[in-house]
């Protein structure tokens, strides 16, 4: 399949993300739960929920059933209808920040528009985002994603190192890069540039790299030194929104940013962002001063697929919710216990709904710089050799979990990881620790 769909898909992928898994790009068939069907018939325990957005797991009937009964009705009026109020008032409800919002497709296009927004109330143009932190593909916000060591420069002021071809040199002009979790190098930063420096866009909790959490009293400090200095506070939840909690890391940490993101778990596998933000930052898009558009916004499919969602999650006092943050943690645990009994020195961490796994000597990664100690190589090994034993994971270390994963399925996937470890450590592919 790969072979073939190399000659009409551009690297047999329709996102460069798919082109990384190994041992070469995978093509699935059918997903239910939290398996998935590779074209070869393999049933796969999954932990990749297409990058996250699955947090009900695949075809959950119900939403199905729903999205499928609101599409008979139209598709797409691209007008209004009262399932999307509905959907806005239900996300007014539940995240701090939402006085105002507007539905997109992706979340790099919501990051778009918050950053737009930034600038034209600030009046300031530039934006400080933090080193291996993702904000989708887009130009502006391009820098940083990934350097590598001996690109990143001196951790007082970073280079801007743009994530490939393509990008426009000027646009660098335009960021600030700074290693994250460091307050100090925050307020350094806006008190040399706050005249120029508009926003902090930044995940609340790093989940693309090491699933780090913000040091105690981190996001507070942002928030001060956001108001201080005049500049807006973006937090971008397209991970941790309605994974973390259903008011998202905002509620979690009680940090309430300006404008923030949510995307992924939002519309469970549709295409569905929304831009939630303060009146002050939302309203200029109310005068038309501020303009923001997208054909397919607020697709009817979209729109249903995530009242269901929230609806799911939500119902019997958050039982769904509680299950999957317990399954998590139970998986998270029981991991780190193994690499500690089978002395291999594996890391994880992350709060549980997602966390990451990684090769590496160090006991805690706090930033970006820590991560790039992971041996990935030997991750990529683990990766495999659970890939043999039919468990699908992210190649970079992030794992996702899913209300429909079962104490089952934890058990599954911990013999596996067993079963990998001992035969990396008998082909001496690990190194051992203690
Ligand atoms: N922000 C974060 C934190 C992400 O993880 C992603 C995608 O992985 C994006 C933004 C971009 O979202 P999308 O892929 O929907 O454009």
Not at 43 to 69: M, N, W, Y
Not at 77 to 104: C, K
Not at 358 to 382: H, P
Request: hydrophobic share 40%.
């Amino acid at each position: 399949m790969f072979e073939r769909a190399k000659r009409a898909l551009a690297g047999g992928v329709s996102s460069q993300f798919r082109a990384m898994s190994a041992p070469h790009p995978m093509y699935y068939e059918r997903a239910l739960g939290s398996r998935v069907w590779d074209v070869d018939g393999n049933e796969l325990l999954d932990f990749t929920l297409s990058q996250g957005p699955c947090i009900l797991g695949h075809s959950h009937p119900e939403l199905l059933k729903r999205v499928t009964a609101a599409i008979e009705l139209g598709q797409l009026f691209a007008g209004q209808f009262e399932e999307e109020v509905l959907l806005a008032e239900t996300l007014q409800r539940l995240i701090p920040s939402a006085q105002r919002i507007r539905f997109s497709s992706s979340g790099s296009e919501a990051n778009h528009a918050a950053l737009r927004l930034a600038r034209y109330v600030t009046g300031k143009p530039k934006f400080i985002k933090f080193e291996g932190h993702y904000h989708g593909w887009f130009d502006n916000v391009a820098f940083g994603i990934n350097p590598k060591r001996e690109q990143l420069g001196v951790s007082e002021d970073p280079n801007t190192i743009a994530w490939g071809g393509g990008i426009p040199d000027e646009l660098a002009d335009q960021v600030v890069v700074l290693p994250w979790n460091d307050l100090t190098l925050v307020e350094e930063a806006l008190s040399k540039h706050h005249s120029e420096i508009g926003a902090i866009i930044t995940e609340p909790l790093m989940s693309n790299q090491g699933c780090i959490e913000p040091r105690p009293g981190y996001l507070q400090g942002l928030r001060a030194l956001c108001d201080r200095f005049d500049v807006a506070l973006i937090f971008d939840e397209i991970i941790t929104g309605f994974r973390l909690d259903l008011g998202g890391a905002q509620t979690h940490f009680g940090v309430t940013p300006d404008l923030s993101v949510f995307g992924k778990a939002l519309a469970c596998g549709f295409p569905l962002s929304a831009l939630v933000g303060k009146e002050r930052f939302m309203s200029p898009l109310e005068r038309n001063e501020v303009y923001h558009g997208g054909t397919l916004n607020a697709n009817n499919a979209s729109i249903a697929a995530a009242l269901a969602t929230v609806d799911i999650l939500e119902r019997d006092d958050a039982k769904a919710h509680r299950h999957l943050v317990e399954q998590g943690k139970e998986l998270r645990d029981r991991l780190g216990t193994l690499g500690r009994d089978l002395e291999v020195p594996l890391l994880v961490q992350g709060p549980g709904p997602m966390f990451h796994v990684g090769f590496t000597a160090r006991s805690e990664v706090t930033e970006y710089r820590d991560t790039l100690d992971y041996d990935t190589a030997t991750y990529g090994k683990f990766v495999s050799y659970m890939l043999a034993q039919n468990v699908r994971l992210i190649g970079r270390g992030l794992w996702y979990i899913s209300s429909a994963h079962t104490a089952e399925d934890v058990d599954l996937c911990l013999k596996a990881a067993e079963k990998a470890l001992y035969t990396m450590i008998e082909r001496q592919e690990v190194e051992r620790v203690g």
